[in-house]
């Protein structure tokens, strides 16, 4: 710790700190804790779907589980960590002091703490907690929905400003704080795919600010955007969602893509392959990403046409995504390979995300999407992207760069532990739900039909071992924060790029000139 | 302040050479555990059923096609990546090269997916052209999702019921032992008939709902205020099973689909035990939504002589307002006066003119009229019985 940072104060440093790496820091915790909120309300679900019969919960209150599990994982949990890791990196991969917005910087995150702290007060109210899935379809939440909804509509306005400010204050950054010698294309994949994320963030936030506030007005003054008798239509609803909901799960995935480009180089102590059809990829995707949002509406009653249409355009972003898995894979191909801790999320991801990847791929035929659609299969399908992907890549992430930070080694076999009883439980946990789905389960139900007993069994057993195993990973990171063996400014033997440049852990201040790159 | 342990060299850190302490044992234990679905093998269901439609069973071919092309692009992705694990690793001594381009295999590997996704896009178009012909429908079931339940109307049939959940509460909550079909059986499942073609007329009275039958190939949303149409041709007798695919509040879970495929005659048979309950959905008989109507059509039949404010036109054409048949009873004195007339009078039968639900808003805005506020409300089944 320098003394510049000793000497203010616990409160002074941390409440008004507009220090990126403070900021990241509060991002990557306000992460965790979210994390293991969402964990625990999955827990919950997953005991409740343990056998048939309603054993431990009503139907109501399973239907807030899914919904704020939902809520709390997307919003307080991956989307957060995603920050925390710009933050932290962004300056110090482009070679700039800090962020160049860095109030705003501290107004984003406590907006943010704020909107979670509301979203998860609802829990609490009178009526109830949301209870209409986290994609708040009308006129389930509207019409229907219980008294804290107008709250957590509050706290979604919160969320988008939040994520808006920091988006602008990102691309502010990359734009304008780079060093003299760092041009377009030398930019890390890590700040080029946060780029690219903050432009879709930008684009569809206030979208879904739109949406709710429809929702609220629909809600509380009279209006009717969404309820056929006053000329309003519940498709609407579905579509004004979507177009922000399915960039969204672009934000959520491309700065993991960004992780994984940095970290597959260099344990693999060899140059990225393909730089320039990676950045390429990455602005198709974003691109794409706005062109397909229907593909969660095939059967809701849409022409021949729109069905086409978002099929094929849901197919096409199958390729530049598969580039980025083949340019990983070729990057390891006659590399030489070590496999720490971060090395093995990042190839479980490859794996794991391709898997993700397949089912995306049936679920964009939209013939056959008639019988996969809100059954157990989507739930299977964006699970493994969401959990081997985003997750195992922020995850990686962490693992990857905290000796930066700490300037302390984490213990590498509670890692490894963490990594196989992760990687083993997930697979047991996400991969029968595919049948399930296929068999005929629906998503969002409390109870079901015996014949889906046993992959429910094994699947909650499985969400146990998982949960459980994460509090390895928070033990592994408090700890090195406390103490560890000392590391060097490289860290990594294979690892390149400015932020190596520095000391373990860098200045509170660094590159108050800017380096050459 | 570098530490001295022996395994941290002053360079850059490495942990090249030594594998970690997770014992051999327990790694077999975890993967022993990733096989546990195996043991219960026998009654468990991998795949979508391929059903007794045309649709069904093109939906499964198309299931099983793009299954097969992911399956051999995983067979070579994960096979590459299983040899670079294997082959390439510092610990077995491999020298990283240095390559990070090659345009030509990039730019095979941007065509060959395309190629293979036009081709999956093929079979998926003629399926999806092959779901929308709605044309020649010759059964046509309006299906209404409620919380939580489905109402079945056959439109050109007369018979309309509500099928709701069987399943008792006990099993539910576990004070009696659970059925084979537990959840997915109703009182009254949807009969149709087998090698006809059914066309589903699917809304909702609600909040949106989705009608789910796996083995028929139909899942459609019902949206309220919206009706969107499905359709199947069962080859097949039997029982179908589904669920409500769409969350519409507490009981979700709780409102199965049961469809019984039956021959045309013993369809047939069916509808004739049925009983005419088919009312035409009509919005409710009350004073307030009566009367506008019963305005309308007394301005439109009577007016010309009553007067639009009642008043008439006396002796010949007597007024309404405070007349003792209109405001005194009994009220079938004033029906049958307006049903039938008054013979060798200028007040003419309305019996075959109008019919009994205009009659009875007429006769009801005639009683409550210019001050008459009687409150009394006529139903057309009133006016039926005095014909």
Not at chain 1, 360 to 386: C, E, K, N, R
Request: charged content about 15%.
């Amino acid at each position: 710790m320098t003394t510049h940072s000793n000497n203010i104060g616990f409160v002074k440093r941390w409440i008004f700190t507009t220090n990126h790496k403070d900021i990241g820091t509060l991002y990557l915790f306000l992460s965790l804790t979210m994390f293991l909120v969402g964990g625990t309300l999955a827990l919950l679900i997953r005991a409740e779907l343990f056998q048939p019969g309603l054993s431990f919960v009503d139907p109501n209150f399973f239907n807030t589980l899914t919904t704020m599990h939902g809520i709390v994982m997307v919003f307080g949990a991956a989307m957060p960590a995603a920050v925390g890791l710009a933050n932290w990196q962004i300056p110090l991969m482009i070679g700039a002091p800090d962020m160049a917005l860095p109030r705003l910087n501290n107004m984003s995150f406590w907006l943010l703490v704020f909107a979670l702290i509301l979203a998860s007060s609802t829990l609490f109210m009178e009526g109830g907690g949301p209870n209409f899935g986290w994609t708040l379809y009308a006129p389930l939440s509207t019409t229907y929905g219980p008294p804290s909804t107008d709250f957590l509509i509050f706290s979604v306005h919160m969320l988008g400003i939040s994520s808006i400010l920091g988006a602008i204050n990102i691309i502010a950054t990359i734009f304008n704080m780079r060093a003299p010698d760092m041009t377009w294309m030398k930019l890390p994949m890590f700040v080029w795919t946060w780029l690219v994320t903050a432009f879709l963030l930008i684009g569809i936030m206030p979208v879904l600010a739109a949406t709710v506030t429809m929702m609220l007005a629909d809600r509380n003054f009279g209006t009717s955007f969404f309820d056929a008798a006053g000329g309003g239509d519940p498709i609407l609803y579905q579509h004004i969602f979507w177009f922000f909901g399915h960039p969204e799960v672009y934000v959520l995935i491309l700065p993991a893509f960004g992780v994984i480009s940095q970290i597959i180089p260099t344990f693999s102590r060899k140059p990225l392959f393909g730089y320039g059809r990676m950045v390429a990829a990455t602005l198709a995707i974003a691109i794409m990403s706005y062109f397909v949002w229907a593909h969660h509406m095939f059967t809701s009653g849409m022409p021949l046409a729109g069905e086409l249409f978002f099929m094929y355009t849901t197919m096409l972003i199958a390729v530049p995504t598969g580039i980025k898995i083949f340019n990983w894979l070729a990057t390891m191909y006659r590399g030489a390979l070590s496999f720490e801790t971060p090395m093995l999320f990042a190839i479980a991801f490859i794996a794991l995300f391709t898997m993700g990847g397949f089912t995306g791929v049936m679920l964009a035929i939209a013939p056959t999407d008639f019988q996969y659609h809100d059954s157990y299969f989507v739930v299977g399908h964006f699970h493994y992207v969401l959990v081997p992907g985003v997750i195992f890549a922020l995850t990686a992430g962490v693992y990857y760069w905290l000796p930066k930070w700490c300037g302390k080694q984490y213990n590498e076999t509670l890692g490894r532990w963490h990594f196989w009883l992760s990687f083993v439980s997930l697979n047991l946990t996400f991969f029968p739900m595919h049948f399930l789905g296929l068999a005929g389960m629906p998503r969002r139900i409390p109870d079901y039909a015996l014949q889906f007993a046993d992959f429910n069994a094994v699947a909650t057993i499985g969400a146990f071992i998982f949960g459980f195993s994460q509090l390895i990973f928070v033990f592994n990171v408090l700890r090195t924060i406390r103490q560890g063996p000392t590391v060097t400014s490289q860290v990594w033997s294979g690892a390149q790029g400015l932020e190596w440049t520095l000391s373990s852990p860098p200045p509170y201040h660094s590159f108050k000139t800017p380096p050459t790159a | 302040m570098v530490s001295t342990i022996k395994s941290f060299k002053s360079g850059p850190m490495v942990r090249e050479n030594r594998l970690p302490s997770v014992s051999r044992t327990l790694k077999l234990i975890l993967f022993g555990l990733l096989l546990a679905p195996g043991l219960c093998w026998s009654e468990l269901k991998f795949n979508l059923p391929r059903g007794v439609t045309p649709i069904s069973a093109d939906l499964y071919d198309l299931h099983m096609t793009i299954i097969a092309i992911c399956s051999l692009i995983g067979l070579i992705v994960y096979g590459v990546l299983a040899y670079i694990l294997i082959n390439h690793r510092l610990a077995k001594g491999a020298v990283p090269a240095t390559f990070s381009n090659n345009l030509r295999v990039e730019n095979w590997w941007t065509l060959i997916p395309f190629l293979i996704l036009l081709a999956m896009a093929v079979p998926a178009t003629k399926v999806l052209i092959e779901m929308d012909d709605f044309d020649d429908a010759e059964v046509t079931i309006k299906i209404t999702g409620m919380q939580w339940k489905w109402q079945y109307q056959y439109l050109d049939q007369g018979v309309e019921f509500f099928s709701k959940l069987a399943t008792p509460p006990g099993q539910i909550y576990g004070t009696q032992t659970k059925d084979p079909w537990y959840l997915l059986e109703v009182d009254k499942p949807l009969i149709v008939p087998i090698n006809k073609k059914v066309r589903f007329l699917v809304t909702s009275n609600d909040v949106i709902h989705s009608w789910w039958v796996p083995e028929l190939g139909v899942k459609r949303d019902a949206i309220p205020g919206f009706i969107h149409e499905a359709w199947a041709r069962i080859d097949t007798p039997g029982t179908y099973r589904g669920q409500c695919a769409e969350l519409c509040g507490v009981d979700h879970g709780f409102m199965p689909i049961v469809v019984k495929a039956v021959s045309e005659m013993e369809f047939n048979v069916w509808i004739e035990s049925q009983g005419k309950s088919l009312r035409v959905t009509q919005p409710a008989w009350t004073l307030k939504s009566v009367l506008p109507k019963g305005k309308q059509s007394y301005d439109r039949n009577c007016a010309a002589c009553h007067q639009s404010d009642g008043t008439g036109n006396p002796p010949l054409y007597p007024a309404l307002q405070s007349s003792s048949v209109a405001v005194g009873d009994p009220i079938e004195r004033h029906i049958d006066l307006v049903l039938h007339g008054i013979e060798g009078s200028a007040m003419q039968s309305f019996a075959d003119q109008l019919s009994d639900q205009e009659l009875a808003a007429i006769i009801t805005y005639e009683r409550n009229a210019w001050g008459n506020d009687t409150g009394d409300l006529i139903t057309p089944e009133q006016v039926q019985q005095r014909r």
